[in-house]
């Protein structure tokens, strides 16, 4: 099983709000930046959140990320068809001395 | 336009030997940590190895320490991971991905991706 915890799906309506967790430890969430990817069926995974919080260029303010202590969250508004993807949080292990990931999270829009 | 190619993949048997190859282009290779992600069948993500942007600091995920050896030819653009003594449970589709920074670090994430190679392992 993955270091990183994530619930295996979530779904929403257009125009919804979801979020997705993600749980850790004190050696990568908890003293380490938390990343997300949003990985679309048979295209490469993207950064979707960078350093818990920050969007990269062309990534909508739909998107948010948050962290506190050894948790993390995606933050999805407004949910559109096109969010339906698989998501995936990850940090720096610190006792691994690299990085981890959750298992990922389907998103399904309903 | 940042572009990241895999390519190498193939059905092998348990035991047998495989190289992995990743052409890169479009951004300043040697300037990057480079690294290999995989997913097996049905299953999330998983590191595999990283190396930084002068080969100085490379690292394994445990599952394929001792076997899987990670390189980099900055005259080439090319990244590769040489995958010795194969598994059944090392069958998944093998990502290449850049790192934000020289040194793979806490504060690095991984962008872009390419689309990946399968490898298959079966008798």
């Known amino acids: 099983q993955s270091v990183l915890t994530q619930p295996p799906s979530a779904s929403g309506t257009p125009g919804q709000r979801v979020t997705i967790s993600c749980s850790g430890s004190?050696?990568?969430?908890?003293?380490?930046?938390v990343y997300w990817y949003q990985h679309l069926p048979g295209t490469a995974p993207k950064v979707l959140i960078y350093?818990?919080?920050q969007r990269p260029s062309g990534v909508p303010d739909r998107f948010s990320g948050s962290k506190s202590g050894t948790s993390a969250s995606l933050a999805i508004s407004g949910l559109r068809s096109e969010d339906e993807a698989d998501y995936y949080c990850a940090a720096w292990d610190d006792s691994l001395s690299g990085p981890v990931f959750g298992g990922g999270t389907k998103l399904t829009v309903l | 336009e940042v572009q990241l190619v895999e390519s190498g993949g193939g059905l092998v048997q348990p035991g047998r030997s495989l190289r992995l190859s990743c052409a890169a282009s479009g951004f300043t290779f040697d300037d990057y940590a480079m690294h290999w992600v995989r997913q097996a069948p049905g299953k999330g993500l998983e590191w595999v190895s990283g190396i930084s942007w002068n080969s100085g600091r490379i690292g394994y995920a445990d599952s394929v320490k001792g076997r899987f050896t990670i390189s980099r030819d900055n005259a080439k653009n090319s990244l590769y991971l040489q995958m010795n003594s194969l598994r059944a449970e090392d069958t998944a589709l093998y990502y290449c991905?850049?790192?934000?920074?020289?040194?793979?670090?806490?504060?690095?994430?991984?962008?872009?991706w390419g689309q990946g190679t399968l490898v298959t392992v079966s008798s």
């Open positions: 991905a850049k790192d934000s920074r020289a040194i793979a670090a806490a504060v690095s994430w991984f962008d872009p």
């Open positions: 004190s050696s990568n969430i908890g003293s380490n930046y």
């Open positions: 350093k818990n919080t």
